[in-house]
């Protein structure tokens, strides 16, 4: 519960390099969002999984997430 309802940004670098990330629909979402602040909301099921409170559409594990 580290970042649970605090406020971060995606760390958009660290996701992009990741070759492994190749959703589109993934990476089109980190790119929009990449200077955003956003309040990560821990999933229920998963402690160290996140989603945001502003669009719950993915999941991001905690590290790739910088609070602010």
Known sequence: MKLHNKKVKINSNKILKDAKRSNNL???????????????IQD???PYLYTFEEDDTWLFDETDLIEV
């Not at 993934?26 to 990560?40: E, G, P």
């Open 26 to 40: 993934f990476v089109d979402f980190v790119k929009a969002n990449s200077s955003q602040i956003l309040t990560a």
């Open 44 to 46: 229920q099921k998963t």
